[in-house]
């Protein structure tokens, strides 16, 4: 799934920055938990730990689905977030 994620997000993070990592769990019985925190990348250890935050807050249940994956932030054209006003 990891792996997954980072060939997935090599093709579309050019131009927007990342602003949050999150998993997602969905149990047998279709509820779901999902944990997310901020980042600007990706990184194997902070998925671990939200992963683990997900399978304690189940308690145990059957898990169903499961997914990771990142927010993206706004993208700015301009890197010290000046607006060209044109002048």
Do not use: H, Y
């Not at 997602?24 to 998925?47: G, N, V």
């Amino acid at each position: 799934l990891w792996q997954e994620l980072i060939e997935d997000l090599r093709s579309k993070t050019a131009d927007r920055p990342i602003r949050g990592v999150v998993v997602k769990m969905k149990f047998a019985d279709f509820t779901r938990i999902t944990r997310e925190t901020q980042a600007d990348r990706p990184d194997r250890e902070l998925f671990d730990r939200l992963l683990a935050a997900a399978w304690d807050a189940g308690n145990g249940r059957s898990v169903r689905l499961l997914g990771c994956g990142v927010r993206f932030g706004e993208a700015t054209a301009d890197p010290q977030g000046w607006l060209d006003l044109g002048a």
